[in-house]
């Protein structure tokens, strides 16, 4: 057998570990944020942990990775929802999907929102996501259902307020955020004859406080 037919399996091994550790860190940052290691996206994967090493030389070339793989899955959605026949629904559509997987990743949020992760990500989130959604807020312009100074990067801004109400909301409330999103949602539109009904019922006083109180690391209220 030739060196190059010994070494196809080798190359085909290598890109199916490569997906069982991205499949795997995607299981395990989402759930425990990126504070996780690169041992414990290893166990999960039933990996040895020299293989994941091996692969990524540390934790944040793997984020890097993983995040690439999560904007690009996010610059798909709002290309299908570019092509909406109505812009308004291909808006909300984007949203609330990009708030869902947000909301549902905690360490998706964590890559979003802190300095210095993922800049692969942002690099690609800036040339490919960004003109994507400034689209969507043009064709919505035009069409006369958005505020007509309301811009792209308003758009970018209210999705990262809605994954602060994901965080609020948390184990208490998982779908608090859908509420937050339609306040702002409301709040885009020209004119509406009434307001638009809230999804979830929202947090009560004591909800609020154990969830802010959990949030900067403080025992909740007795």
């Not at 709040?187 to 947090?203: S, V």
Request: glycine share 10%; proline share 5%; net charge neutral.
């Amino acid at each position: 057998m030739s060196t190059t037919e010994d070494a196809r399996p080798l190359r085909r091994d290598a890109e199916r570990n490569r997906r069982r550790m991205l499949e795997a860190a995607a299981e395990v940052f989402a759930a425990r944020g990126l504070s996780a290691t690169l041992d414990d996206v290893a166990h999960h994967a039933g990996l040895g942990v020299g293989t994941v090493y091996r692969r990524f030389a540390d934790k944040d070339a793997l984020i890097e990775a993983l995040f690439e793989d999560r904007i690009r899955a996010l610059v798909a959605l709002a290309e299908t929802a570019c092509r909406a026949a109505d812009p308004w629904e291909g808006l909300v559509t984007y949203l609330e999907a990009a708030s869902s997987r947000m909301a549902a990743d905690r360490g998706l949020r964590e890559a979003v929102t802190t300095p210095g992760r993922g800049q692969v990500g942002v690099t690609l989130a800036r040339a490919e996501l960004g003109p994507r959604v400034d689209e969507l807020a043009r064709r919505c312009r035009e069409a006369g259902v958005l505020r007509p100074d309301v811009a792209g990067t308003d758009i970018a801004t209210l999705v990262h307020a809605v994954q602060a109400a994901a965080q609020i909301g948390g184990a208490i409330s998982p779908e608090h955020w859908r509420r937050t999103l339609g306040i702002l949602l409301d709040g885009l539109t020209p004119a509406r004859p009434a307001p638009t009904p809230l999804p979830g019922a929202a947090l009560s006083e004591g909800e609020f406080h154990e969830a802010m109180s959990a949030r900067q690391g403080r025992p909740g209220r007795a």
